[in-house]
């Protein structure tokens, strides 16, 4: 059979997505791979496709016994031998399944960490052949990652201990450089087939509003949008449950999801949700991975979450089906210190020793300030979010709050004229950083050494900070007034149009309106967090510790002070 073939008898697809096609194939040649790619671009595919065409078993490895279930139940019912190895199966069960393994009854075999290294699974896998070790949710394997999972460090032993070394290929939808580098160098992936696809959602909106009353700014919200589905988002069980009394009491069409509730009044509701019974899903974030729903209107996050990937991950579950979404962030300073509360109180995982889990909190705090700081950015929130994840474009995308509002379109002709200048009177081609310290007047060492302090252009625009210049370059080579080289260290170089600009032509660009919008950090409510939080009240004295302390210092944590800039 043909890969297409497979795809369109076990899956009744007629075609790929962009991507997996360079996967599968990737795979299919022998090559270990990566796949970058969002939630919902349909990773799963890219390995088990390949697992059926070749010729021993597939090993999956997944972090969730939940996840594995789902896997499994849709390959079998696609008619795929598949089964999963984990904690969920009795001594006997799990017995059976590795007698089944061996005899060669599947093809494809989701496993947990957990596992690889027992005795009994490592005799198994030394009695049958096996074609490729794929990793799904990789991150997990990064402490860079949100979610790291220490017992993922297993796979690249388990892989080691293997008589012949299959395929090794991995997933995930993080893309930040630090995780995507981990992956590749701890599962020690050789020359891998690597595709990361465009981050970029363009059919979502975002926006993010700093209402007085969250609560009243959801219901005008949602009166605003009649027969839409939408998923609202908060920050804890009890925040769930406050704004579903609100929306079940007026004669909205929700339900609700988190884990204080039963297993099955979750599978109810969600299919409640799914199946277009109810139009609204308010949930805790525990609701939505592995959730496939293409009609979801909106995403409103009553809080703000912990990071940007939780953020994307979440917003991104809007708009599966190409139609125009939204993706509102409610902000609060109240938002701020529950999550840093919940770092706070982060119990280092199994395995891991105290450096490590201090380590990872430090992280956490990290990715708090940078969700926080998209809160109160004046730049482009789509540019915001993809600069997150390491891709660089366009600084306006003309459809989100703060392009609709903060933003003014200005006369950068004469800075613009000043770069083009400078790289053209260079005597050879730099890089960006060079060119823009050039116009800017630095005095740093390597642009001294290399004569550009003599250049015509040197501090022309010395009254422009640095992110600027680096903004209106950035819409250079947008727009193609200049060029910037595909080599391990890019330069500029100019183009056609670069003469325009120089011979007087005008160049507009829309940027963020200058002033700072006026912030003004709210001190902590005098209110109990225990209230707010999905906290239980063994915590109640850490938390009255904390709470002290933020009132000592008459300030929220350092971390929300904003400077001029
Ligand atoms: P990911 O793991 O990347 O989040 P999944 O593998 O769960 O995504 O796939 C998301 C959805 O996309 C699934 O419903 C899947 O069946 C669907 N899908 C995957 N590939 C294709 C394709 N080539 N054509 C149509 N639908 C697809
Ligand atoms: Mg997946």
Redesign the pocket.
Known sequence: MTKEEV?KKY?G?D???AG?EILVNGILSGRDTLGI?P???????CYQIPALLMPGITLVISPLISLMKDQVTALNQAGIHAAYLNSSLTQGQYQTALRNLIQGRYKIVYVAPERLLTESFLWAASQIEISMVSVDEAHCISQWGQDFRPSYLKIPDFVEQLQVRPVVSAFT?TATAEVREDIAAILGLQDPVTLVTGFDRKNLRFSVKQPADKMAATLAYIMEHPDECGIIYCLTRKTVEEVHNALVGRGFSATRYHAGLSDEERRENQEDFIFDRKEIMVATNAFGM?I?KSNVRYVIHYNMPKNMESYYQEAGRAGRDGLPSECVLFYSGQDVVTNQFFIDRMEAAEGMDEETAALVQERERERLKKMTFYCFTNECLRAYILRYFGEYGDNYCGNCSNCLTQFEEKDVSETAKNLIGCVKTARRSYGMTLIVDTVHGSKNSRLIQVGMDQNPYYGTCEEEPIYRLRQILNHLLVEGYLFLTDDKYPVLELTEKSEEILNGGTLLMKTAKEQPKKIKEKKPKKRLLAEEGEVDYDLFEKLRGLRMELAKKDRVPPYLVFTDK
Do not use: V
């Open positions: 795809l899956f697809y075609s790929f997505r997996q790619m939630t919902g671009a349909g990773k799963s595919l939808a592995g496939d």
